[in-house]
Each structure stands twice: as structure tokens, then as C-alpha cells.
């Protein structure tokens, strides 16, 4: 199958929006995030994003303030300000066994060492695993219209992911990113390990 490379924004514009609308769990407790993690270490593959408190003064950061773990039924919400990394959850991101799918990691890797100190394994990078596809847009949101024909409306980006409680549309607008890379990975990987598959390289003529 043939991709397109990129989407302009005006494309994006025009695109209905995406909804999630699958079951959301919102953790709070580290006895709830060791239920959480014995039930996604059954999975092969799961999505994968964190969001961070937003920090409009020049020169400081908070620390990541949500994990969205994502499985296509469910996405778990761990409200990593309330209770840290638990070692369970630290468990699950060190566990090869299970591939996390995620985009822009690096960012994600070094939100999570200001509160854990951990080389985490077992995660893809949509932003490299795309390029093999010919695509050549990184954004979650363009490379999901482009894959799929909806926009992942940003809206809730710059929201207080450290509130007391989450509203129902930070919860949705955060499950989606994590669910959106999942479904991605589904799609492209589904593409790889078909016999027709020949990856995209800067030699690849593209008629």
C-alpha cells in the first residue's frame, strides 16, 4: 500500500475530528496501578504517551504529571503526580516483552528520568518507524489523518494535567494519543510483514 508522505494543515482542517471512546481508568493509588500493570504485561503490544503540566516561565519545567498506557479496550491514566513511579509500574516500562508504541520518546525518556531514574525498553518511535513508509510528516496528528482521515484535535495540550481532578475532556484528549499510536503501529505494521512490503529509502523512486 502506498502512503501518503505528508498533510498540510489545511487538509487536517477539513478532516472530521477523532473521538475515543473506548473505557478510560484514571490511576490514583499504587495498589490500583499494580492491578493496572498485571493486566497490560498481558499484552504483546500497547500505546504509549505521558503529558506534562504546561510552564510559561522561561528557563523551568515541571515534572511529567500523567502516563497513558493504552491497550485497543482501554487506556489507563496514571496520575504520576499523585503517586510517582511505583515500582510496578517502573517494572513494566524496564519489560522487553511488551512493546510500547509511542512518539517523540526521547521527549517522553527524559520527562521520566527527573522523577525515575530508568533506561526503559521495549518501546518503538513512530517518528523513525514511519520513514520506512515513505511518510515523512512526525506528528502524531498528521500521520494519523494521513493513515486514517480524522484530526486529533489539540486542544487540551496546554491544560493543568496536574488538577486536582481531570475533566472528561483531558481524559479522552489524553487516551486518544496513546490509542492513536497503537492503532498506527497496527496499520503500518500490518503493511510491513505483508510479502508486498518494500520499504521506503531515499533510493525509492515514487512514481
Same mark, same amino acid.
Given at each position: ?11 487536517? &482542517? ?21 492491578? +493496572? ?100 510528516? +512526525?506528528?502524531?496528528? !498528521?500521520?494519523? +489523518? ?7 484535535? !489539540? ?9 486536582? &481532578? ?7 484528549? +489524553? ?33
Amino acid at each position: 500500500m502506498k502512503f501518503n508522505p505528508s498533510i498540510t494543515k489545511d487538509e487536517i &482542517a477539513l478532516l472530521p475530528v477523532e473521538e475515543f471512546k473506548e473505557r478510560i481508568i484514571v490511576i490514583q493509588t499504587e495498589e490500583d496501578a499494580e492491578k +493496572a500493570v498485571r493486566y497490560l504485561s498481558d499484552f504483546e503490544v500497547v500505546g504509549f504517551d505521558t503529558e506534562t503540566r504546561p510552564n510559561f516561565r522561561k528557563g523551568s519545567s515541571n515534572k511529567v504529571g500523567l502516563m497513558q498506557i493504552s491497550t485497543y479496550e482501554v487506556c489507563f491514566l496514571f496520575r504520576l503526580n499523585i503517586i510517582g513511579i511505583p515500582d510496578s509500574l517502573k517494572d513494566f516500562l524496564l519489560n522487553p516483552a511488551v512493546q510500547k508504541i509511542g512518539l517523540s520518546l526521547k521527549d517522553d525518556f527524559n520527562a521520566i528520568r527527573k522523577r525515575c531514574e530508568i533506561d526503559p525498553l521495549g518501546f518503538i518511535d513512530l517518528q523513525s518507524y514511519v520513514v520506512r513508509f515513505g511518510i515523512t510528516d +512526525a506528528s502524531l496528528q !498528521k500521520i494519523y +489523518a494521513i493513515l486514517f482521515g480524522k484530526k486529533i484535535s !489539540k486542544g487540551q495540550r496546554l491544560t493543568n494535567w496536574e488538577a486536582e &481532578a481531570l475533566t472528561i475532556n483531558q481524559q479522552k484528549y +489524553a487516551s486518544l494519543d496513546a490509542w492513536a499510536c497503537l492503532l498506527i503501529y497496527e496499520v503500518l505494521y500490518t503493511e510491513e510483514t505483508s510479502p508486498a512490503f518494500f520499504p521506503f529509502t531515499e533510493s525509492t523512486i515514487i512514481e
